[in-house]
């Protein structure tokens, strides 16, 4: 009565049978007595007490149950065929799943594992780096050394330098003087 009343539908098929205090056929007098809704049975009993019962109420039809028998059995065949292929389904999917579970997990071990040997190889790249940058502290500082030194000595040499090339410079002058008068006794003899 209250789907009737509800969804005002155009046809109603109603099973003589129902679950409940009642029958089917009740609930079509309730439903006659508020709505002008044409009514169809169904039903498995054709028994002549239950089809009187029924045509009281002034259906349009009524249909007893051995074709819709027949249909229902088809097409519960049709479920349990449709349900044992969507079990198949549901078990490849779930195979699927697992695998697809594993192949993730391994795929996260091999990320951490890799991770791993990045910040490995990070720290000894960093360790070299930094022993490098000593490396080339320490060189530095000697080639600064070096220099300075290299200046020192440049410098120490022109200060012995400028000397000896004095003192040259007088022997020169000297070796040249004692020629002259070495060249002149000789013509004077």
């Known amino acids: 009565m209250k789907k009737a009343e509800k969804l005002k539908p155009d046809l109603i098929l109603m099973d003589i049978v ?9 609930a079509v007098r309730e439903i006659k007595n508020s709505f002008d809704i044409p ?20 259906p349009k039809h009524i249909e007893v149950q051995e ?3 027949e249909m ?7 479920i ?6 969507l079990e198949r ?18 795929f996260h071990e091999k990320y951490e594992k890799l991770k791993k040997e990045v910040g490995n190889r990070k720290a ?5 780096a930094e022993k490098m940058e000593a490396e080339i502290g320490d060189l530095k500082l000697k080639t600064d050394e070096a220099t300075e030194s290299s200046h020192e000595k440049e410098k ?23 020629s002259d008068y070495i060249g002149d006794q000789i013509m004077k003899s």
């Open 18 to 26: 129902l679950k409940g205090e009642g029958d089917g056929i009740d």
């Open 72 to 78: 229902k059995n088809i097409l519960e065949n049709k």
């Open 124 to 128: 000894e790249f960093e360790m070299s």
């Open 156 to 178: 120490l040499l022109k200060d012995v330098q400028s000397p000896f090339k004095r003192n040259m410079q007088r022997i020169s002058s000297l070796t040249s003087l004692q």
């Open 80 to 85: 349990e065929g449709k349900n044992s292929a």
């Open 39 to 58: 009514i169809i049975y169904l039903t498995a009993y054709s028994d002549e007490n239950t089809i009187k019962r029924a045509e009281i109420t002034e």
């Open 89 to 106: 389904v549901n078990k490849d999917l779930n195979t699927q799943i697992a695998k697809r579970i594993q192949v993730e997990n391994q």
């Open 67 to 69: 074709y819709f028998t």
